[in-house]
């Protein structure tokens, strides 16, 4: 498997630390808000890809942090008047809510940075005693920038350059000694959350966060670190610079960033107001859709949004499902159970469609040419499957379909069917609402029947319905 490795800007081949195993560590959000449909990049592709690592026999430990302590977390909380932790304890609910609804496994570990204070002090203090930090009068801790030779080796850029960009935005009265130093530790101010520390009462810089967290629940050196590519400069970097001066080893193997998704090709964002949460999206789509759309393009890849590509997603999707619909339908009518010869080869050569799948994933988690791949596969199984085939057969297509869309995190299994009360209660609720003129809530009812196969027919003698 080749993997795109931002340090080399080459693809490489992948070859885990420790084999059979996989370290992963991905910059999760700051929780002051639901999180926007650019933030759900990073979250699903690099699941798609935990996924496909783990469909090939890896053993993944995947970390994803929660930044919960953060200017903006803070003025939230003053805002509403409420503790900064209301604030990022709720905005991490939703975000897990979020992730569950777009089929985003759970982390192997969340990390909170608000719980992993000791370790950021532990290590800012291995950095004074190194020589790469120093505290100022005031108690901020800042990184000794220049000191870190390899420094720019992930964002390729060049000290010198960085500091005449610094130039003229350095502020008088900074107690910083090099212009291009960054903040490990900085004092409280009036309001915000605090915790003693050797050099003043105070929080932790957002970079040191990464490289405490990454540490301690994936050790020193790991495979992989991931994030959005906005995060190469100077976040990670900055987390290299802390992690190696200060653990003496390479930090990760590969680094791993996703393309921005776009809004009329200007990055999604909060500070731009450019954004739709992903709650927006789910008023009007399953957020299978959403997950969807964000395959069909390639990960680096930057990604525009629009309505049109949500439709165009929300068709492939529905095909991909309707296909294994059906071959459900089909298990349940058939009157043969054992395969034939004929059945076999036939199943055999979809074997094509996986290896192209495969071929796919393992180039840099090519996930458009995978989700072609399926659709190939969707469309054998549209000319090969019908009722008059074997069961073992139908199962074996379907088993096949279902294996690939598991790595996708394409959920093929519908919902339960209804029962023939519940169908009964739903008629009887758009009834009332149509007596009760609201006819939204009617039509509402009427397209959900019909999505799970019950066709309504309103008649003289009421309203009959059918399985489709
Ligand atoms: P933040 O909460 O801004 O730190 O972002 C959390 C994650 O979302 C990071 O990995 C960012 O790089 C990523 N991200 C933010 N906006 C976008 C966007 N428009 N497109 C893709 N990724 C994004
Ligand atoms: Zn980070």
Known sequence: MKIFNTMSRQKEEFVPLEEGKVSIY??????????????????????????????????????SNFTDVDDKIIKKANEEGVDATVISERYIQECKK???????????????ATKEIQGMIDMIATLIDKGYAYAAEDGTVYYRTRKFAEYGKLSHKNLDDLQAGHRDIKVTGDLKEDALDFVLWKPKKEGEPYWESPWCEG????????SVMSKKYLGDEIDIHAGGEDLIFPHHENEIAQSEAANGVP?????????????????????????????????????QVLRFFMLSAHYRSPLNFSADLMEAAKNGLDRIVTAATTLKRQMDATQVEAMSAEEKALFDATEDYVKKFEAAMDDDANTADAVSAVFELVKFVNTNASSDNSRMYLQLLYSRMNTLCDVLGIIL???????????EALIQERTDAKKAKNFARADEIREELKNRGIILEDTREGVKWKRA
């Open 251 to 287: 930090f990760a193997k590969y680094w791993m960033h996703n393309g921005f998704l776009n809004i009329n090709n200007q990055k999604m964002s909060k500070s731009l107001g450019n954004f739709f949460t992903v709650r927006d999206i789910a008023e009007k789509y399953d957020l």
């Open 413 to 423: 299994e519908q919902e339960e069917e209804l029962l023939d009360a519940d169908v």
């Open 98 to 112: 979020d992730m569950s609804d777009m089929n985003v496994k759970p982390a192997t570990t969340h990390p909170l």
């Open 26 to 63: 991905v910059c999760g959000p700051t929780v002051y808000n639901l999180i926007h449909i650019g933030n759900a990049r990073p979250m699903i592709v690099f699941d798609t890809f935990r996924r496909y690592l783990e469909y090939k026999g890896y053993e993944v430990n995947y970390v």
């Open 203 to 210: 929080r932790p810089g957002w970079h040191i966060e990464c």
